[in-house]
């Protein structure tokens, strides 16, 4: 079957970029880029002198091609700001997926017949080629230049050539994309800038892999040019805001979406516009790994102004692995064997409530310093603080703090291991600290410098009766606040207004209930399994009818005694086939109108979404060990 198309006619062979890393390792990234130049251009380099380069003349399998500078400019900035650069088959995809679109819009063929054509599996009529030639193809984050550079091959294949525009705010990624886009012949606009205030230039297709910076990591000046040039909240992501600029910018967008834009309430705007002013004409991700090295999960898609939305799909297997007669098929609206279409949620059953109904859901207190507020105590009145080290406080000046789940042992047993620094009345002690605290430049912070005083976390709020994790892997529960601790952000907090908190935590830990909030999960990054709940999405899971609940309660109270203090492991499966935790999954299952059967489904599924967690966290973990041993690391 056919594979998809690269920089170079024949595939180089793997080992081949990773030697030439290692031999560039240690170099400094501007001389190491003029030394990949150099050898890939044809005019020498003492370094990689015995590599060879893959050319028409000679496709040999080793050879080194265009990616090496990409992946050059990768290593140098080590996902500074949130960037982690795209791999090529999935560029291959999103380029094909775009250009076809784009070139539909321009007069040439359907979607289907220009993805066919792109990939190769179907001879390019002249009006695609007459629909490509002079598009401009803009990348306002252009990285290494890994999607211009798919475009213009797949285009140059068609006989096509390309208007490429390039916008990155590192100087060695548009060093990087410049000499990439060379080497294909192309004399394309690359130029440095902040995709965030730089003027954009016009273009027909926009193609872009936003960087992955959570909210919490964008530094102050960026985040306030991001909400008064976007519209979002502060707590949108940096990709959020980059995405609904494109959004806006071009009529054709084919982006790399992190899941999170997906699933966060701050990115509900962004989503809205999407679906009133068009519709995804592809939406496509893996269950069995993640997209990049080190990145969250993501899916490729692609936006078209004016359009109707077709149903996302999954691959079974990783993007990199499809066919192009595969890709072909997906593009006619016959997802194969391997792709799947992702069947929409599950309607919430008659009657069924949802959980903002029966209880408040809260976003668990954030500090913007753990180091400073967060205390592990040492005995008596001496605590150790991350920034500061061992300081004495009063009793009242900290409160106990149930810190994350794995400090959660059983859903009412927990492991004290941190106290947070939160004092009602000050003591001198306190004020002492606080002291210390300003000349560390804690108060400086923006998370901490926006609070009055700003040492005063969460005034006024009492602990939460019911928490649920806000990152989540294998093990997984709602944990009963039996004795009042304060939570953190690696928690929610619930305060149920119509149930019981003992009834509120045994429910939200049957599979049904978890297995709803992990299909709105996120994955973190790729090389961890854990999900990602965002407060919005547990808000909205259906829960069972509390009218319903006293006709039961009996069975409940005896599930809530088996279960309360038995520890809950990683080992899912185990934990699942407790008896007491499937007549617990049975009874909250019948409650939401769920016949057994179904039940098992529910269980079975998490139990797969679990597993795939996992392997897409292991898939990553051996690309980015791959990669250090490209880069001479131990």
Not at 471 to 493: C, I, P, S
Not at 613 to 622: E, Y
Request: charged share 25%; hydrophobic share 45%.
């Amino acid at each position: 079957m056919a594979r998809l198309r690269r920089d170079a006619p024949t595939p180089p062979h793997e080992d081949a970029i990773p030697e030439a890393l290692r031999r560039l390792a240690g170099v400094p990234a501007a001389r190491a880029l003029a030394e990949a130049t150099a050898h890939l251009s044809g005019a020498g380099s003492v370094l990689l002198e015995d590599l060879p380069v893959a050319s028409e003349a000679m496709p040999l399998p080793g050879a080194l091609d265009g990616r090496l500078l990409d992946a050059l400019a990768a290593r140098a900035l080590r996902g500074a700001r949130g960037a982690v650069f795209t791999a090529s088959e999935e560029g291959c995809v999103l380029a094909a997926f775009g250009l076809a679109a784009a070139a539909e819009r321009r007069g040439g063929p359907g979607l289907a017949g220009g993805v066919a054509a792109l990939l190769g599996t179907e001879r390019a009529s002249p009006t695609l080629r007459g629909a490509l030639d002079g598009l401009v193809l803009l990348d306002p984050a252009c990285g290494g230049g890994a999607l211009l550079a798919a475009a213009q091959v797949l285009a140059g294949a068609v006989g096509a050539r390309l208007d490429l525009r390039g916008l990155d705010l590192s100087p060695i990624a548009v060093r990087a994309t410049s000499a990439r886009l060379a080497l294909l012949g192309v004399d394309a606009v690359v130029r440095r800038g902040d995709a965030l205030s730089a003027a954009w230039p016009a273009c027909d297709l926009l193609l872009m892999n936003p960087p992955f910076l959570r909210h919490e990591a964008m530094p102050p000046a960026w985040k306030e040019r991001a909400v008064q040039r976007t519209g979002l909240s502060r707590q949108a992501d940096l990709s959020a805001h980059l995405v609904r600029l494109a959004l806006r910018h071009a009529p054709v967008c084919g982006l790399v979406l992190p899941r999170a834009l997906e699933v966060s309430r701050s990115a509900a705007p962004l989503r809205d516009e999407a679906a009133r002013r068009g519709g995804f004409r592809l939406a496509i991700r893996s269950r069995a790994a993640g997209s990049f090295a080190a990145s969250v999960e993501t899916s490729l898609a692609v936006w078209v102004e004016g359009a109707a939305a077709v149903p996302g799909v999954e691959a079974t297997v990783p993007l990199a692995e499809l066919t192009a007669q595969e890709l072909a098929d997906l593009a006619s609206g016959r997802p194969g064997r391997r792709i799947r279409v992702v069947r929409p949620a599950r309607r919430a059953p008659a009657g069924a409530r949802k959980l903002s109904d029966v209880c408040e859901v809260r976003f668990g207190i954030k500090t913007g310093a753990n180091g400073f507020f967060h205390l592990q105590p040492l005995g008596g009145d001496r605590y150790r603080s991350g920034v500061a080290g061992e300081v004495r406080l009063e009793p009242g000046d900290v409160a106990p703090l149930l810190s994350g789940l794995r400090d959660a042992i059983a859903p009412e047993v927990a492991r004290l291991a941190w106290v947070l620094f939160r004092p009602g009345d000050p003591s001198a002690r306190a004020l002492a600290y606080v002291r210390l605290g300003e000349e560390l430049g804690v108060n400086r912070r923006a998370s901490c410098a926006a609070r009055r005083p700003w040492w005063r976390i969460a005034p006024g709020r009492s602990p939460a009766p019911v928490l649920y994790p806000a990152k989540v892997g294998t093990r997984a529960f709602a944990f009963h606040n039996r004795e009042g601790l304060l939570e953190d952000k690696k928690w929610h907090a619930l305060f149920p207004r119509e149930i019981d908190p003992w009834w509120l935590a045994l429910l939200l830990s049957a599979t049904p209930l978890r297995l709803a909030v992990e299909r709105g999960a996120r994955q973190l990054t790729g090389s961890q399994a854990i999900a990602d709940i965002d407060a919005g999405v547990l808000a909205a899971i259906p829960f069972p009818d509390p009218d319903r609940l006293g006709r039961v309660e009996e069975t409940f109270r005896l599930l809530h005694v088996a279960l309360a203090r038995d520890p809950v492991t990683t080992d899912l499966p185990a934990m699942l086939d407790r008896p007491a935790q499937r007549e617990l999954d049975l009874a909250t299952g019948a409650l939401l109108g769920l016949s057994p059967r179904a039940v098992e489904r529910e269980r079975r599924d998490l139990r797969e979404r679990t597993a795939e967690r996992l392997a897409r966290g292991a898939a990553v973990r051996r690309a980015i060990a791959r990669e250090g041993r490209g880069a001479g690391a131990p």
